[in-house]
């Protein structure tokens, strides 16, 4: 997929910069523009697709240690495991997906709009593509919580924010 994405476009200098020889800027302009004009190359993607993971195995970790400990205190066993949830663990995790933490709306739409930007080149025929590509990823997500029911709610005000997003970097 990232293939389907992510074209090379050989035009461009081998040091991923774009050559703008018009009449200079003013330096926050210039700024702005450089950095929205900016390729991605494959080291980068791999960095960004690397530290995802990283945070999602992160994430996975905590809370299977959340789910083992809750059953550590109330004797509830889940696949095996013994669940229990320590009241500091579920502080980590309200301060995590808290407004300015690792996992709030902001920081997740932050790092998947990044992500879809560096596979797209900047490329905004590509939005459609990406656009759905995060829509099945939540939905396959939501077929895996509460039964098939959905995801929890911060799931879907972070699906919201990236689709706002998707629709703001469009109208750019």
């Not at 200098?13 to 774009?18: E, I, L, M, R, T």
């Not at 996975?60 to 066993?77: C, D, V, W, Y």
Request: aromatic share 6%.
């Amino acid at each position: 997929m990232i293939n389907e994405i992510n074209s090379v476009n050989p035009s461009i200098a081998p040091n991923n910069k774009v050559v703008d020889n018009s009449k200079p800027k003013d330096i926050k302009e210039e700024v702005k523009s450089v950095k929205n004009n900016r390729k991605y190359d494959s080291i980068e993607v791999n960095k960004l697709i690397a530290d995802n993971e990283k945070r999602i195995n992160d994430f996975k970790e905590m809370i299977r240690k959340m789910i083992a400990k809750q059953g550590e205190k109330s004797n509830l066993t889940l696949f095996g495991k013994n669940l229990n949830v320590t009241v500091e663990d579920s502080q980590k995790a309200a301060e995590a997906i808290a407004e300015g933490g690792e996992y709030s709306v902001d920081a997740v739409a932050t790092r998947i709009m990044d992500m879809a930007k560096s596979l797209s080149g900047g490329d905004k025929s590509k939005i459609p593509l990406l656009r759905d590509a995060v829509k099945k990823g939540f939905e396959a997500a939501g077929l895996e919580f509460n039964g098939g029911e959905g995801l929890p709610d911060i799931c879907n005000q972070t699906y919201d924010e990236i689709m706002k997003r998707f629709d703001e970097w469009e109208n750019e």
